[in-house]
T-cell receptor, first 114, second 111 residues
Framework: GAVVSQHPSWVICKSGTSVKIECRSLDFQATTMFWYRQFPKQSLMLMATSNEGSKATYEQGVEKDKFLINHASLTLSTLTVTSAHPEDSSFYIC??????????FGEGSRLTVL | GQQLNQSPQSMFIQEGEDVSMNCTSSSIFNTWLWYKQEPGEGPVLLIALYKAGELTSNGRLTAQFGITRKDSFLNISASIPSDVGIYFCAGPFGGTYKYIFGTGTRLKVLA
């Protein structure tokens, strides 16, 4: 299947700092990528849709100023968690559509805010 | 947010047994995707279904797109220890390209 890669795979930061997570489609171009968040023992919850060359669209309840998304090229989307707090600690996973109906995921990035 | 309901929530089975799990929705879906997630990893796509009634296999895994288009089923035959993980269904909601996920079925295989 298509390959989607995330970096970093884990990050620990102090409260109040900002953290950037990258999502790359390695062997295909993706005009649309998706960012999900997963708390322990829970399912994946869609946070936002990242659109290449335009603004991201956010799901209800997700603060756009808190979770900044940039999709500057057809193979890269970034999620920046601004002024992170302990409650932002979570597993963040990106995905991209490689073809009709097929959604491929990155390895995930585990954020721990101290 | 919206979610799909999966059952059972968790399963403990003996190695070699067959496994069945399902996913239901209150609305019609045009696509069903099945994923497996292992601890600390992103979900890995197992099977994609595109037509009502479709039956698709991937090795020991078989998935079916329900006739009503509101459900899907995943079967694993002759389970092995490496089948351990959480299995999620997913589908696009509201006629959009945005995918929502099921609540997950946690599978544990006892050797």
């Amino acid at each position: 299947g298509a390959v989607v890669s995330q970096h970093p795979s884990w990050v620990i930061c102090k409260s109040g700092t900002s953290v950037k997570i990258e999502c790359r489609s390695l062997d295909f171009q993706a005009t649309t990528m998706f960012w999900y968040r997963q708390f322990p023992k829970q399912s994946l919850m869609l946070m936002a849709t990242s659109n290449e060359g335009s603004k991201a669209t956010y799901e209800q309840g997700v603060e756009k100023d808190k979770f900044l998304i940039n999709h500057a090229s057809l193979t890269l989307s970034t999620l920046t968690v601004t002024s992170a707090h302990p409650e932002d600690s979570s597993f963040y996973i990106c995905s991209a559509k490689a073809g009709p109906g097929e959604l491929f995921f990155g390895e995930g990035s585990r954020l721990t805010v101290l | 947010g919206q979610q799909l309901n999966q059952s059972p929530q968790s399963m403990f089975i003996q190695e070699g047994e067959d496994v069945s799990m399902n996913c239901t929705s209150s609305s019609i879906f045009n696509t069903w995707l099945w994923y497996k997630q292992e601890p600390g990893e992103g979900p890995v796509l197992l099977i994609a279904l595109y037509k009502a009634g479709e039956l698709t296999s991937n090795g020991r895994l078989t998935a079916q797109f329900g006739i009503t288009r509101k459900d899907s089923f995943l079967n694993i035959s002759a389970s092995i220890p490496s089948d351990v993980g959480i299995y999620f269904c997913a589908g696009p909601f509201g006629g959009t390209y945005k995918y929502i996920f099921g609540t997950g079925t946690r599978l544990k295989v006892l050797a």
